[in-house]
């Protein structure tokens, strides 16, 4: 592996399937968890053959170097098999979140003038009107999932175009076949953000953008041919996408897919059948196992309940929570959102491997972490070699490698994030200590000024609102007179009759009070009956409700 992080260290996305093919041969790369089993087994052989044959049927359809190729499906071996497919072919890959609507879909195809889409059958629904339109009627349409090779190994595939379905077939790609040369500072991938602001823009990154951010990651995760990891999150976020599927393949790593989206109750049986060493997950999955499998007990447990032995406990907990997810963890790393403080204490007294990390699509993504087991609670997060940190009025800005290019088709967004020096304004607020840990407050624009222009930061009160146990989500917001207000969902399991509710709620606000500081205490706290629209991070939309 140190040999493939050298070659790689100036190199390309599609240097890094053809280098990684050739390194780990018939080791499993992808494979797919269906119905309880393990399923579609691709090895990093077949991942780099069907990936030449997929650009070379790219090239086919008329695809040149520099085209957008749309990438729209849900995760299957065949997603990332498409996006090395994409870059080998010296295209630029527009990969989507499926829960994009039809509108959107076809404004950021317009946006981005996309000459190809990559799908997967069951976004065929979603397209049906879309591909009527002038622009998109001509454009091929290529369904991922129905790569199959035969005895021969040629590639089939289903297309659409003009209306019409056929099947292709791509013949065996010599493995010493040119393929599109491209710079590793030319565009690679167009990300289109899903934010908590509700402003969709194009990010545009490079190949020395994605494979820094994803090298830079390997400080804080080691992954090796014996490594096994469950992606649980959409591939078309960046954080997936580098942290979850290109910083595994460095390693040659296996992953396994779900086929379908990973609910408590689908997650845990498919850990036990799956026994990931490594899974990246957004904080609600963990806070969720803690809320509704782990709070409970330890309220009644003597021993977590007695000072003294505490540890001890937490220990012993953590050990069973290690064996209810696989047995085999050594990585959960948690990110993409504010992991809540209570969970968190529980799992580093807990001795579980968790390591935090924090970064946004335009760094692509990672800007700071922590190893496993490795750092002090409350002591802040470390920025990997080769990225700069610096506080600008409160703001967090990034420099290095891992920056963007910019916003597709926007240089006057472009120029109000990146300075003219090279700084990337983060938009989040934070502080360095005198040990260079990041602390992070949260969103510049979810700040709250108090009524004597004191700094409010609605995301820790959202915090210790969610550490409650009857609390399920918060989003505290300002009242139209100025005063603080909270709109809570209640956990089901909570069960409060509904002439306690008033009560409830009034007991929760004055709890919390309790803790805050007085220019941000809770004027009032609301009830909200259905859960909060998120992005795919998990992180509430804020503009929706404020």
Excluded at 22 to 50: C, H, W
Excluded at 191 to 205: A, D, F, H, P, R
Excluded at 309 to 318: E, H, K, Q, S
Excluded at 320 to 329: H, N, P, Q, W
């Amino acid at each position: 592996m140190k040999n493939l992080r050298e070659k790689l260290a100036n190199a390309t996305i599609a240097d890094l399937c053809l280098l990684a093919s050739a390194e780990y041969k018939d080791n499993p790369a992808f494979s797919m968890l269906i119905e309880g089993e393990i399923t579609r087994k691709v090895t990093y052989k077949q991942m780099g053959s069907r990936s030449r044959q997929l650009a070379s049927a790219l090239r086919q359809l008329g695809i040149e170097t520099g085209d957008r190729v749309l990438l729209f499906s849900d995760n299957c071996p065949e997603w990332p098999i498409s996006y090395f497919g994409i870059a080998l072919a010296g295209a630029v890959s527009v990969p989507l979140l499926t829960g994009f609507s039809a509108e959107q879909i076809q404004h950021i195809s317009e946006h981005s003038g996309v000459s190809a889409i990559c799908l997967n059958k069951d976004s065929e629904e979603k397209f049906a009107e879309i591909a009527k339109l002038p622009m998109f009627s001509k454009l091929p349409f290529i369904y991922i999932d129905t790569m199959l090779e035969d005895e021969n190994a040629n590639l089939n595939m289903t297309i659409s175009q003009n209306g019409e379905k056929k099947q292709i077939q791509v013949n065996p790609c010599n493995e010493s076949k040119d393929y599109a040369l491209r710079s590793p500072d030319d565009m690679a991938t167009i990300i289109y953000t899903s934010g908590t602001q509700g402003n969709s823009k194009g990010v545009m990154l490079s190949s020395r953008n994605i494979l820094a951010s994803s090298l830079s990651s390997l400080a804080y995760i080691t992954t090796t041919t014996k490594d096994k990891f469950l992606s649980v999150l959409p591939l078309a976020h960046s954080y997936e996408c580098s942290l979850g599927f290109l910083a595994p393949v460095f390693g040659g790593s296996s992953i396994t897919y779900l086929d379908r989206p990973p609910a408590p109750s689908v997650l845990l049986p498919a850990l036990n059948v799956v026994r990931p060493t490594a899974m990246i997950s957004v904080p609600l999955l963990i806070e969720k196992v803690y809320k509704n499998a782990l709070a409970p007990k330890l309220s009644k447990n003597k021993l977590y309940n007695f000072p003294l032995t505490r540890p001890l406990a937490a220990r012993i907990a953590g050990k069973k929570l290690i064996k209810a997810l696989g047995g085999k963890l050594k990585f959960f790393g948690v990110g993409g959102a504010p992991l809540n403080p209570e969970v968190e204490n529980f799992l580093y007294k807990a001795r579980f491997p968790f390591a935090v990390g924090y970064g946004l699509t335009e760094a692509a993504p990672l800007v700071a972490g922590n190893k496993p087991l490795n750092f002090v609670l409350g002591s802040g997060l470390s920025a990997p070699a080769g990225v700069q940190l610096k506080i600008d009025n409160g703001e967090i800005l990034v420099k290095g490698p891992n920056v963007m290019l910019g916003y597709y088709n926007d240089k006057e967004k472009t120029d109000e994030v990146i300075t003219s020096d090279g700084w990337l304004r983060t938009g989040d607020i934070g502080s360095i200590n005198a040990k260079d840990r990041l602390f992070i407050r949260g969103r510049l624009k979810a700040l709250i000024l108090g009524p004597s222009g004191e700094n409010i930061y609605p995301e820790e009160i959202e915090g210790l609102l969610g550490s409650n146990q009857i609390v399920e989500e918060a989003l505290v917001y300002l009242g139209k007179m100025g005063e603080l207000i909270a709109m809570v969902r209640i956990n089901e399991a909570a069960k409060i009759a509904t002439d306690l509710i008033d009560q409830t709620l009034e007991e929760l606000r004055v709890w919390v009070n309790k803790k805050l500081a007085a220019f941000s205490r809770l004027s009032k706290i609301e009830i909200r009956y259905e859960p909060f629209e998120k992005t795919p991070t998990m992180k509430i939309k804020r503009y929706l409700y404020v």
